[in-house]
């Protein structure tokens, strides 16, 4: 190999290591791991093997952060004159997690591969010289690096490799188009129902297909959602298909999010919620119209804009229940679910209909999309109101929401000022400025309360003499 930049310490023992653990897969029988590049202008194999991590060298002519050596001159001039010192070695390292635009900042990008390696380890093997020169994975071993992990997966290339060959080879594979195709939504979602059919684990079946093992299971109940469905869409020959929901991802990872926190307080609510958030979807509602409706959507809102023949009680409705003494009664738990139930089913056998076009008599196709044309009217004024009703909570709330949150700010104000005290860095005249500005938003806060607030409570009535008192001694 041409000594352009010369060679890393360790250069000896990688090599010494690096034709052990070839010799050790060798022999070792069965398949062996093998990587694929572009070598001087064919394909090649190269055997993989497991490295040291720490014996590694990271490549000082990387193009991965050759414009950003320049963020600090100084460290330039060192890592061109001596690129295997440790100094040199350190900036590479601090420059593979920078952020490409600017270095002072670290990349997000990089810490969201650090995750992917700690959920679920290397996938792809890196590639070196057999001097211990990393050609591609510079990256993948500073995250490594970062979790601690000893070792690290890379192919190795010929023993006749040259510095011309490096850089080839590098830009061969960062710039190598990837073609696949991911899955699409619905296709994922079956795949990993056929792994689960087939027994394996849910931990197993997550970090194959690279996500966590809850993302899994939502993935599964969504897939029982929409099979529910689609059964319940059945009108004669016409029925809806699971590619029908491939746009509806996020709305459908919203629902299961909503659903798991509303079932665990209670069932019945939980069942309405999905109902009426389902109906909205088969209307084809947007995601931030279906965030309106809360269990209470339907009593609350949807009950008074739904036409007459939409509102047909189920077949089997639950008996109301009497309430002893008041002379009144209200619905048996689960009467609001049956409804909301069948208002979902009719949607769903109208959309069915209405997508089998020719495949339907025309009578019901005209019936079906009258149907789907008067509920989408009936939800769109319901989720106005519900709409308008969330803002004002929103506008109510706002204002509480602030105060907790400088609440906890300064009670990390007083964790930061021990930590001051102990290191003797406080600086004492821009935390009095700091002081000085919060006296006197308090006291405008105490002004906004005073105008605000009929029957002042407690802790306003605190804020209130305390902005009083000030004011009597200032005069």
Known sequence: MSTDFGLPPLAAHNRVLVEERLKEAREAGGVKETLTIEWRGAP?????????????AFNPGTHRIRAQR?????RD???EADPWSDLSQDYLHFLLQALPKDPAHRDPDFDALMESLRDFRQTDPGLITRDGILVNGNTRRAALKELGVPSIRVGVLPDSCTWTDISTVELSLQLRPDHRRD????????????????????????????????????????????RDLIARSSAGEAQLRLMDFEEHQEKLRELHRRYSKE??????????LRESRLAAIVLGFSKTDVRFIEPEFQGRYLDRTLPAELKAAPAAAPAAVGIPGLNRSVKAAGAEVAAAKSLTDALLKARAVEAAGDRAPASEVISSSRTIAA?????????????????????RQAAPDRIADACQDIEQCITDLVMARGSNSLDEEAFD????????????????SARSIKAPGDGVAWLLDAVAEKKERAL
């Open 375 to 395: 509920a989408k009217e009936a939800f769109s004024d319901a989720l106005d109101s519900a709409g308008k009703d969330a803002r004002v909570r929103k506008r």
């Open 77 to 79: 001039q060192t890592l």
């Open 70 to 74: 320049s963020h600090d001159p100084a």
């Open 44 to 56: 090649l194999h190269v055997e993989v093997i497991d490295m040291p991590v720490g014996t590694l």
């Open 183 to 226: 899955y699409s939504y619905i296709n994922r979602l079956l795949a990993i129902d056929e792994q689960v059919s087939a027994g394996r684990p849910i931990g197993e079946i997550a970090k194959e297909f690279r996500i966590r093992p809850t993302t899994c299971e939502q993935d599964i109940w969504i897939l029982a959602c929409l």
């Open 433 to 448: 400025e700091a002081v000085v500005n919060l006296r006197g938003i308090l006291g405008k806060l105490a002004f906004e």
């Open 263 to 272: 079932s665990s307080v209670n069932k019945d609510r939980a069942e309405v």
